[in-house]
């Protein structure tokens, strides 16, 4: 029972420095999401994805790129980092649209430093 | 403006007392969905449960229960007999027709459970 699968689970950047996060599920959703987590915010939509091939941005889209090349994989992308990217990042599947649970990846934990 | 407003920050509770967590919604569609998503310490996302618009029966699973009126925009979620296990952070989130691929979350409530 994979479902929703993040890679990698931790990172450090330097400032600058460039990464992507991967998220994968194999429960055949149409709808994938990158969120952002923290302290005192909630969970705020970066990008997400209605479907292969085509992306939209959520409420906090600025510094980050997302490609959805493979109905089963939605990348999230910071070309060069920032400390304000310092977050925990959660992305997310549903079996369509926002009408349906959101099934969450365990997240990943990213600082910039 | 904030769609979905959870007003607590911080819950703390002595095990066995009952707690109910707020949750204030904003929309202007009649067709959308309510959530509620429990995060305990080991940090991943789980989901409790979803109730559309046109259902304002209240739910109730074992000790946890639901309480939904739209006279007032709430949602609010009641744990009975509490216990250490429900120590979590609870985000509540709302879907709306009109923007229907997009979740709003509330900044969630952290609930901590005193043995």
């Known amino acids: 029972n994979a479902g929703v699968t993040q890679t990698p689970k931790f990172r450090v950047l330097k400032t600058g420095q460039s990464m992507t996060l991967l998220c994968a599920q194999d429960?055949?959703?149409?709808?994938m999401y990158w969120y952002r987590q923290d302290p005192g915010m909630g969970l705020r939509l970066i990008h997400y994805s209605v479907g292969e091939g085509t992306t939209a941005k959520g409420e906090v889209p600025d510094g980050y790129n997302v490609s959805r090349l493979k109905k089963q994989n939605f990348l999230l992308g910071l070309e060069s980092a920032a400390p304000s990217q310092t977050s925990v990042y959660f992305c997310?599947?549903?079996?369509?649209?926002?009408?349906?649970?959101?099934?969450f990846g365990s997240g990943t934990q990213l600082s910039v430093l | 403006a904030q769609k979905v407003t959870q007003a607590q920050t911080e819950i703390s509770v002595v095990e066995k007392e009952d707690v109910t967590l707020d949750c204030v919604y904003e929309t202007r569609d009649t067709t959308y969905y309510l959530f509620w998503y429990k995060q305990p310490p080991s940090g991943e996302l789980v989901f409790l449960i979803r109730?559309?618009?046109?259902?304002?029966q209240n739910e109730i699973s074992g000790r946890y229960s639901w309480n939904f009126q739209k006279s007032t925009s709430s949602f609010n979620f009641t744990i009975t007999a509490s216990q250490v296990v429900d120590s979590a952070v609870y985000f509540c989130?709302?879907?709306?027709?009109?923007?229907?691929?997009?979740?709003?979350f509330g900044t969630g409530t952290s609930l901590t459970v005193i043995p």
């Open positions: 997310a599947s549903s079996s369509r649209d926002g009408f349906e649970k959101l099934f």
């Open positions: 429960m055949n959703h149409e709808y």
């Open positions: 109730r559309n618009s046109f259902d304002e």
């Open positions: 989130a709302l879907s709306e027709e009109y923007t229907g691929n997009q979740f709003y």
